[in-house]
């Protein structure tokens, strides 16, 4: 199993440019989610779904636009970068049910805004 | 608003001795977790305790929780260079949904 997997790695985008960030989870997992991690901070929740074809705003969602059409995958959407998005960001995956409650974690993708 | 809060910010031991970090959070949980992050990688879940143990171990690690208090500590036993990492507590919200705080910066010398 390859687990969370993320794709790019890494992005350099001008101010005003759309990119998407694409999250692919193998283990059947429910939930899915997307943070961002700045310098020195811990994660902080985007968006998530609690299934395919379902999304819900988290703590910092302004900005950003995800969409979840299939099960194992999760899109992360930025329609016009702006510096204030230079950040780390992580994609999660976890049950749903079971009382299994830990997430499991991408790789990251590091996003530079210029 | 993070929910949890580590303390300390940094740690800095040799290897071989003990490494304590505490957590502490604002509203009633189920379960509280740790993870770790190495530098540039994703986080790894370590351990969760539920809101209705008060320690569990897993391997070289030590998790309390006191409800009562709203805190938690990780204890890292026998520490070695590979332990180098930051480590975070979250709590989970509806959906599993976790809160972190801004984690722990562990640093083990050889």
């Known amino acids: 199993n390859a687990g969370v997997t993320q794709t790019p790695k890494f992005r350099v985008l001008k101010t005003g440019q759309s990119m998407t960030l694409l999250c692919a989870q193998d283990?059947?997992?429910?939930?899915m989610y997307w943070y961002r991690q700045d310098p020195g901070m811990g994660l902080r929740l985007i968006h998530y779904?609690?299934?395919?074809?379902?999304?819900a705003k988290g703590e910092v969602p302004d900005g950003y636009n995800v969409s979840r059409l299939k099960k194992q995958n999760f899109l992360l959407g930025l329609e016009s970068a702006a510096p204030s998005q230079t950040s780390v960001y992580f994609c999660a995956s976890s049950y749903g049910t079971g009382g299994r409650y830990e997430q499991y974690f991408g790789p990251g993708t590091r996003l530079t805004v210029t | 608003s993070q929910q949890g809060e580590e303390d300390p910010q940094a740690l800095s031991i040799q290897e071989g001795e003990n490494a304590t970090m505490n957590c502490s959070y604002k509203t009633s949980i189920n379960n509280l977790q740790w993870y770790r992050q190495n530098s540039g990688r994703g986080l790894v879940h370590l351990i969760l305790i539920r809101s209705n143990e008060r320690e569990k171990h897993s391997g070289r690690l030590r998790v309390t929780l006191d409800t009562s208090k709203k805190s938690s500590s990780l204890l890292i036993t026998a520490s070695r260079a590979a332990d180098t990492a930051s480590y975070f507590c979250a709590t989970p919200l509806a959906y599993n949904k976790l809160i972190f705080g801004a984690g722990t910066r562990l640093a083990v010398h050889p």
């Open positions: 283990m059947n997992h429910e939930y």
């Open positions: 779904s609690v299934g395919e074809g379902t999304t």
